[in-house]
């Protein structure tokens, strides 16, 4: 199919970057990040299968602070696509579509998820993780 | 040059074809994710500093080893399709896009099935 020369429709540089566009691109990015990051849950799982020498390896990185670190973004990352994936399924369903409620709940999953990841952390922290 | 019409053309392809079902399959896996993922974040924080008796204790519970089990294979169910959808919008060439599809399908397969292998070693080994 030949397209020729047609004029194109303005395309995502000439708009102003806002909370509903950011958030969108983010979703997708910290999805692809997650996914990303699923790695390091199945590298964690073969230490563990393969034995205690090659685990403590693995997680002396991990639990080291910039292992730490990494996986708070990692969760964090999670959190978030979760968040916004729950604030699509809203919309799927139909609601919350006008621009108030959009830029609200677009406000609210910034907050909860950064508040839901501190407090899993914190909740894991204070009933004994090490 | 071909003779046959626009819709002869589009009929059998795209959405008409199997795109519902990708998109449910994407919303339902998202729902069984909710809590598996919050449970997931937890334990991940719990673990972080775990020695190897420690970690191999918590996965060694059949609770535990069916719940990282239903995680992984959802989670990189969920991830091969977000990353199918990924590659479909940004890779144009249709030989580089169906070899990123190829590639991103067989990693998602090996993880998952090295990630549950895994979980049932460390469950039935003791």
């Known amino acids: 199919m030949t397209r020729g020369n047609r004029p194109l429709s303005p395309h995502l540089q000439v708009y102003r970057p806002q909370l509903t566009s950011s958030l969108s691109i983010l979703f ?15 590298w964690w799982l073969v230490a563990a299968a393969s034995g205690a020498e090659y685990f403590e390896i693995v997680q002396s990185f991990l639990g080291s602070w910039f292992g730490r670190l990494m996986l708070f973004g990692w969760t964090l990352a999670l959190v978030y696509h979760l968040c916004n994936g729950v604030r699509h399924l809203y919309w799927d369903a139909g609601k919350g579509m006008d621009l108030p409620s959009v830029h609200a709940s677009g406000k609210a999953v910034v907050v909860v998820s950064i508040l839901l990841t501190l407090g899993l952390w914190v909740l894991a922290y204070s009933v004994g993780g090490a | 040059m071909s003779l046959r019409s626009p819709l002869a ?3 059998g392809l795209g959405s008409a074809r199997e795109g519902s079902s990708h998109w449910w399959a994407q919303r339902l896996t998202s729902l069984a994710l909710v809590p598996l993922v919050l449970w997931f974040v937890f334990s991940v924080a719990m673990m972080a500093g775990a020695d190897y008796v420690e970690f191999i204790d918590w996965v060694h519970s059949p609770v535990v080893a069916g719940l990282l089990v239903l995680l992984i294979s959802v989670g990189l169910l969920h991830s091969n399709q977000g990353m199918q ?12 896009k169906v070899v990123a599809l190829f590639l991103s399908q067989s990693v998602h397969i090996v993880l998952g099935l090295t990630g549950v292998l895994s979980v049932l070693m460390i469950l039935f080994r003791g």
């Open chain 1, 28 to 42: 997708r990015i910290m999805g692809v990040a997650t996914s990303v990051g699923s790695l390091v849950l199945i």
């Open chain 2, 9 to 11: 053309r589009v009929r």
């Open chain 2, 85 to 96: 959808v990924v590659i479909e919008d940004y890779i144009h060439g249709e030989f580089c």
